[in-house]
């Protein structure tokens, strides 16, 4: 028998039940329906004992006596009673003396309704209070962040909060002062509570203590609807409930799932709805004649685009697409049949310049979030993922910490990674793959750097079937083909490795599954792939490799394009070279623009089409780990917008054409006839309680799903207000094979479609880098890096995120900054030669490489991407004078 299969025997108020070792009294019970009290316990924090609620009676050598049970593990033929008078009575005075000084402010508490405090007094405390006292007062509430507000009157000292910024996020920038009567939860005083991760210690904090800015005094528990759904803020795929009252979103919240997110959501995430209810949505068409812009129906619109179309059909080239990393994966699949079986044109691509080559993606063995936490040894080829993929961040941080995973990192400065990693290995831009080859090849000799010569050792000494290599962009800026080289080097060099996808954008991996990129089509298959039912279906696929988005935007500014499509895109702000991006689109005779917010290039769109945001329509998304998990409407679609699917199928009836969709139901059954990776899933599958935390794909026999046989924690994540199970496993949960997907069969010849392209020779794949250009005298190679807080179209229309946008900085290493006689927060100008970026703040850090200068990119104002565009770009800094 496996040790994860050992249980032990105890007995719980008479009844005989089974735990796994190590497993605590309040766990063990609740899975065997009973319920123990409880505040300062969460199943996904390390348990203190803190709160003494939990107190129940344990069965020792002396006989029973009183113990907490979040704190006490089980052991075999342990005996406890949660009911007795004497555990009723520890209870009943464990309330009275937190509601001693807790103020009577529920009607006007934005808890009032959810509030586990409130429910547990309910049930287990007095019905009056003894105390006549004045109670302790403080001001209240004080903002601690620019989302978190703090009522020290409500604190009852369960210490969630403090051991989530501190164990879980890695930030103790909340924590408890005082003593006694007079201990409470604040923040320090040269350091506001500016996390990433702020919005979880609201949802967890059991009483109105912690309230968040854009949820307060909006609705009453009672008053609101939820749905399930999948988070779109990056491309983690973060399970959450969307709740919404009178039609508008108010707030979500992270639903617990085990292999995803563990109900942690990063601030983006938590509160870019707002972006939703924005007052600049776009809810009607739009036709632009010169610069006059006018509304018009849906008829109109179409009747506009149709003839440039036609005319451009007769040469499919000069049809291009860019966009979809923010399409469900149904309108990535409507709008490649589209583009690849309609117009003809392979011209698509989800990437705006800053992905990396989907082969990558398409031809390894990919692996889950689980594998890589599970992982001996996880090679870091990405940037910041704290600032890209926030939640994947909190995963690794807690493998690397309490599971034993080394991570061997490769970057150009040093990341949020770099305290927990095993191995730190610096690197100028162009010398990635030279300095992977030094890891994985055989030399005789000890590298000179001995980071290397750690990492070195321990990719050796480790099995090749537990290496898994996070692949995502390290540098926005310049060609990723170096890197790209480095990622095949080290896993051809591994056979058995894994690669988990680091690309951020909301559902990229769903568009690179259907083929909305170059070269490919649906179910990662090559144009020279397709299968006899994708041909059947289609008529017609492309014969030429199509156009990236920077040939496309090239293309276009040599007037090589006539219809361009921006489907969720705005590549003036987001592609590479916003010079480029603004005379390709004033070069193109018809540009389409489909989008839910104006941005940058929609000015320059002949037809604006409204899009439905993701609360307002059903789909799907893929997340780095090929799991697809369903997207809920919750919300009545803005104005006259539509999904992108349905966008998609009428611009083909306008030319005559027809797609063959009607709802969405048709395109899954469509696709999952001709993809291999799709095969036999279905939105009902996908909507099965089964599936709840999606669905990997292929789906292989070897697959196992775990549920939860347990309701809903109320006060681990109170707030949510109905969700029939969720949760961390139960003990009694049950691995199964392809039946753990109910309605869905492994298909045994798909899997071995989509495995029989998977390279022993990914290297070959790839074209041979260019000779990096050797760097001047007082020169600076450039390293662009995103920002969670990037100043992005959602971010800028999130009123109380807006302001979280840090202005751009330079970073520097330290020898760098000496050589140069500069001094941390002097302001700088950055010059190119041409054009400059002024009252920049220098960053002096010892984890950047010598030569290289960092740089936040700016999102929306595109300021940085101004300065930094081209390969083997150099840039000088000039001290700005006082």
């Known amino acids: ?325 923010h399409l469900a994966n149904e309108d990535l699949y409507v709008w490649s049949k589209l583009a690849k079986s309609i117009f003809g044109t392979d011209s698509v691509d989800a990437q705006l310049g800053d992905g990396l080559d989907p082969r990558l993606l398409t031809r390894t063995n990919r692996a889950t979030i689980a594998d890589a936490v599970g992982a001996e040894v996880l090679v870091l080829l990405s940037g910041d993922i704290r600032e890209e993929l926030p939640v994947l961040f909190l995963r690794l941080r807690e493998a690397a910490i309490s599971s034993g995973l080394k991570i061997v990192e490769l970057t150009h400065a040093a990341t949020s990674l770099t305290p927990n990693a095993a191995a730190s290995i610096v690197v100028s831009p162009g010398q990635v793959e030279a300095t992977v080859r030094s890891l994985v090849e055989q030399s005789g000799q000890e590298p000179s750097d001995p980071s290397i010569a750690v990492a070195k050792a321990i990719i050796a000494g480790a099995d090749p079937n537990r290496i898994v290599v996070l692949a995502g962009r390290m540098n926005q800026a310049g060609s990723s083909l170096d890197q790209e080289r480095a990622i095949a080097t080290l896993i051809d060099a591994k056979p058995g490795s894994k690669l988990l996808s680091g690309l951020r954008r909301a559902n990229v991996n769903g568009a690179i599954d259907m083929g909305f990129v170059p070269g490919h089509l649906p179910g990662r298959c090559a144009l020279t792939e397709g299968s006899k039912e994708l041909i059947d279906a289609w008529k017609q696929v492309p014969t030429q490799i199509g156009r990236s988005t920077p040939e496309i935007l090239a293309a276009a500014a040599n007037g090589e394009i006539d219809v361009l499509f921006l489907i969720g895109a705005d590549p003036i702000s987001d592609a590479p070279d916003p010079e480029l991006s603004e005379r390709a689109l004033a070069k193109v005779g018809t540009v389409v623009s489909v989008e839910t917010l104006p941005n940058a290039s929609t000015r320059f769109a002949s037809i604006i089409l409204p899009a439905a945001a993701f609360t307002e329509r059903m789909g799907s998304t893929t997340n780095v780990e090929s799991r697809i998990s369903l997207l809920g409407q919750k919300l009545v679609s803005f104005g006259l917008s539509r999904p992108e699917w349905m966008i998609a199928v009428e611009i083909a009836a306008a030319i005559g054409e027809d797609l063959g969709f009607e709802s969405m139901h048709d395109v899954w059954r469509e696709l999952s006839v001709v993809s291999p990776l799709h095969r036999g899933l279905s939105l009902q599958a996908l909507g099965s309680p089964g599936t709840r935390e999606g669905v990997l794909v292929p789906v292989r026999r070897s697959r196992v799903s775990i549920a939860s046989n347990r309701s809903l924690d109320p006060v681990a994540t109170p707030g949510i207000i109905s969700v029939e199970h969720s949760g961390p496993p139960s003990s009694s949960g049950t691995g199964r094979g392809s039946d753990a997907y109910p309605g869905i069969e492994a298909n045994a010849s798909a899997v071995e479609s989509v495995d029989s392209r998977i390279s022993g020779d990914l290297l070959d794949l790839l074209a041979t880098p260019n000779e990096v250009a050797p760097i001047g005298s007082g020169d600076l190679v450039p390293v662009l890096r995103r920002r969670l807080f990037d100043g992005g179209t959602m971010l800028v229309r999130s009123k109380n995120l807006t302001e979280l946008a840090p202005a751009p900085r330079v970073t520097v290493g330290g020898s760098t900054a000496a050589s140069m006689g500069f001094a941390a927060g002097s302001k700088v100008t950055l010059s190119n030669g041409t054009s400059e970026l002024p009252d920049l703040e220098l960053v002096v850090d010892r984890g950047v490489a010598d030569g290289v200068v960092v740089v936040d990119l700016d999102g929306e104002s595109g300021l940085t991407r101004r300065v930094i565009q081209g390969e083997n770009l150099r840039l000088t800094i000039k001290l700005e004078s006082v």
């Not at 309910?122 to 009056?128: I, L, S």
């Not at 006694?180 to 923040?187: E, L, R």
């Not at 018009?296 to 990393?325: F, H, Q, V, Y």
Request: proline letters at 7%.
């Open 1 to 325: 028998m496996n040790d994860s299969d050992a249980t032990v025997k105890l007995v719980v108020d008479g009844h005989e039940i089974q735990a796994k070792p190590g497993e605590m009294i309040i766990a063990a019970a609740e899975k065997a329906g009973v319920l123990i009290p409880r505040f300062c316990y969460h199943p996904r924090l390390e348990p203190v004992g803190v709160c003494r609620m939990c107190l129940v009676e344990v069965k020792g050598p002396r006989g029973f006596s009183l113990q907490p049970a979040c704190y006490l593990p089980v052991a075999e033929g342990m005996e406890v009673v949660t009911n007795s008078d004497k555990a009723k009575k520890a209870q009943d005075g464990v309330l009275e003396y937190l509601l001693a000084n807790h103020p009577l402010d529920c009607p006007v508490c934005d808890k009032g309704g959810e509030c586990p405090l409130q429910d547990q007094t309910f049930v287990y405390g007095p019905g009056e209070s003894r105390f006549v006292e004045e109670k302790r007062h403080y001001p209240k509430p004080i903002p601690i962040s620019k989302l978190v507000y703090l009522d020290r009157e409500r604190c009852i000292q369960c210490d969630r909060c403090t051991r989530f910024a501190d164990d879980v996020a890695g930030e103790a920038l909340i924590n408890f002062i005082g003593r006694g009567g007079s201990i409470q939860v604040n923040t320090f005083p040269d350091k506001p509570f500016s996390s990433y991760f702020s919005g979880n210690t609201v949802q967890i904090c059991p009483v109105g203590a912690l309230t968040a800015t854009p949820y307060r005094f909006k609705a009453r528990p009672w008053d609101l609807e939820q749905v399930e759904s999948t988070c779109v803020g990056c491309s983690v795929g973060c399970q959450i409930v969307v709740q919404s009252s009178e039609n508008e979103l108010v707030r979500y919240l992270g639903l617990d799932s085990e292999a995803v997110n563990h109900s942690w959501l990063c601030d983006k995430g938590r509160f870019g709805f707002e972006s939703v209810n924005s007052s600049d949505r776009l809810g009607t068409p739009t036709i632009r004649n010169g610069t006059a812009a006018k509304e018009a129906s849906w008829t109109e619109a179409m009747a506009k685009l149709a003839e440039p179309l036609n005319r451009a059909r007769k040469r499919p080239e000069s049809i291009a697409i860019i966009g979809g990393a």
